[in-house]
């Protein structure tokens, strides 16, 4: 197999490029790369598998490594081989290391055989640990079908550094899980994690213009897939081997959409009734627009606005398959173009960490660091300063929301809005992840006069 045709090199390219997150660069750099079928399939479990527990992966690593590792393409080399060998068992040891070493070769001149010590080395210090036999939490890795014991210690000791030790155990940056378990504790921070770790499972909305959900479930049913109803009477949640999604029945006609449930949830606590007018100030890529609107029984007026002409031009793209009658705004940078109201709901889904869609957004593991959260609350804050004036009216209600799960970016900046916009806080709702769903936070505000007079 040549280079370019190789799995284990696209991933160690895409890991090493620069631009758009590696994930959605994979499907042009597959195509460029000539793969298809069981080696696209194999890349792609690969890519996101190191994504998603590259932290733990060091940990092995750096045990097993007489150095400190600090170079990022023996980073990921090291990352990948073990990943394989410890993750999939559909690759065989020899494979794992050789080819891994064989795609990385050029990438790591002059360290090939330092990586193949440490994947070797690892290789030989693992065994699969068998049921009924007592192991020392941090000698142990659990696989996603396999568990491992180590001939010494990975992780570090969790009576001693509980944090530290679930951080790396669970492959998440030091110091945000320092800050999760200052903010909620242990129980909850550690079940964060676990469900975070998962695989995300396929949530569909439905179309309620086009279709309902016994149609569409019974659709997908045969085609061997099964799809169970979910909370809220939108909502389907699908499993089995699905394949690409705008293969799956009903999607190119517009009956459905992606979109987990806990953002569908957010987008219902806005109450958008028929004949009333809803601005979206952060729309791309317009999942809450398009549910919004549905809700609404398409007979609300609504306006899309994002800073990205890209975005909304996809966008455009998937309200026409939806068949909603949407209208579409490219802000400028100081929001002089922004579309005046009056508006009814003002949609604020603003830009943050994303650490509650860290199962979906598994290159922000990587990417987030201790400013991230200082970041997103500055540009939250700018957005609420510069936009929110130009747009809010006397009876306008606010729809904040996140896909994190940080109390900076959520309660503690609605009740900056409330406090400094004249607003009662009308519901809220933070969405914890777990097996099912990914976390966030929605939260309704309204005109404090509005509310007082609903009350009397």
Known sequence: MTLKACPRRLVLELLLGEGLPPSRRFPVAADKFGLEGADRSLARQMLLGVLRHGITLDQVAQAYAKKRIRDPALCWTLRLGLYQLFYLDSVPDHAAVNETLGAARSLIRGKSGFANGVLRSAQRG??????????????????ESRSWVFDRRIFPDAEADAVTHNARLHGFPDWLARKWFRDVGEAVSVGRMQALNKKSPLWLRVNPLRSDRTSIRRTLEAVGLEAQEGSHELSLVVTGNRGPIANLPGFSDGAWSVQDISALEATAQGLLAPGERMLDLCAAPGGKSFAAFELAGGEAEVVSCDISASRLASLEDDAKRLGHKIATCVLDSRYSNIPRGPWDLVLMDVPCTN??????????????????????????????????????GPGTRILWSTCSL????????????????????????????DNSRSGGYASLLAPAAQVREARE
Not at 126 to 143: D, H, Q
Not at 359 to 364: G, H, I, M, V
Not at 411 to 433: T, W
């Open 406 to 433: 940080e109390p900076e970016e959520n309660e503690e900046m609605v009740e900056r809005l409330a406090r400094k916009g004249n607003l009662e806080i009308v519901s809220q709702a933070r969405f914890e992840p």
């Open 355 to 392: 650490t509650g869609v860290l199962d979906r957004r598994l290159e922000a593991r990587h990417r987030l660091h201790k400013k991230s959260v200082h970041d997103a609350c500055t540009i939250q804050n700018l957005i609420r300063k510069q936009a929110l004036p130009l747009v809010q």
């Open 126 to 143: 693992s065994s699969l640990f068998r049921a009924g036999e007592a192991r020392e939490a941090g000698f142990s890795l659990e696989g």
